[in-house]
């Protein structure tokens, strides 16, 4: 007699259900995206949610990998860039091409699902607060060999040019939360790029 199979889990795709919930943590932020906002939109049980990926901070940090390897990675593309204003052009523009796409929540992951965390999610902060200095680091890492290689002016400060991008992709973030558009982000991102240290 053939035996009925019971209670067996709902298949799914577990790419496209991460997708999701990326774009739900995205808009949301962490503490926003409420567990059953995040299931009902990733079309899983809580259960088949838990057994796939965690908990819901774990859920996030994979989110959070998601975005570096897709929208966010002009971050990783900028410091890989030929020359320093190169590096400066491909982080600041990147950051206004991520934050304005058609279809997805205007803004940075990082930022806005920093600038949402409360109390309960102190985890999530301290992991979103390291986040965001990573990119510090790998900028002044990049500008100090930049200035070693004589590729910037002798005297600049590659710690300071580095502040001064991320500042103003930060503020690129918050201006496209605000509905800015990807033009007058751009406009934003070339008025700074005069600033750049002239050879």
């Not at 060999?145 to 910037?152: E, N, S, T």
């Not at 991008?165 to 070339?190: F, H, I, Y």
Request: proline share 5%; charged share 25%; glycine share 10%.
């Amino acid at each position: 007699m053939e035996q009925t199979k019971m209670g067996r889990p709902r298949e799914f795709d577990a790419d496209d259900a991460l997708e999701k919930a990326l774009l739900v943590f995205w808009e949301h932020g962490y503490e926003g995206a409420s567990l059953s906002l995040l299931t009902e939109e990733m079309g899983i049980s809580r259960k088949s949610m838990y057994a796939a990926f965690g908990n819901k901070e774990d859920l996030f940090l994979k989110a959070l990998q998601r975005y570096e390897q897709g929208p966010g990675s002009y971050v990783r593309d900028s410091v890989g860039a030929a020359t320093a204003r190169e590096v400066a052009e491909t982080f600041l523009y990147g950051a206004v091409a991520a934050g304005t796409q058609p279809g997805r929540p205007p803004g940075c992951l990082g930022v806005r699902a920093a600038l949402a965390v409360g109390v309960t999610g102190a985890t999530v902060q301290e992991i979103l607060t390291a986040w965001r200095a990573q990119r510090h680091v790998d900028l002044r890492e990049r500008f100090e060999r930049a200035l070693a290689d004589g590729d910037l002016p002798e005297g600049s400060d590659p710690d300071l040019i580095a502040r001064y991008l991320t500042t103003v992709a930060d503020g690129v973030s918050v201006q496209a939360t605000e509905g800015a558009s990807r033009e007058s982000l751009r406009s934003v991102v070339d008025a700074s790029m005069r600033h750049w240290p002239p050879m």
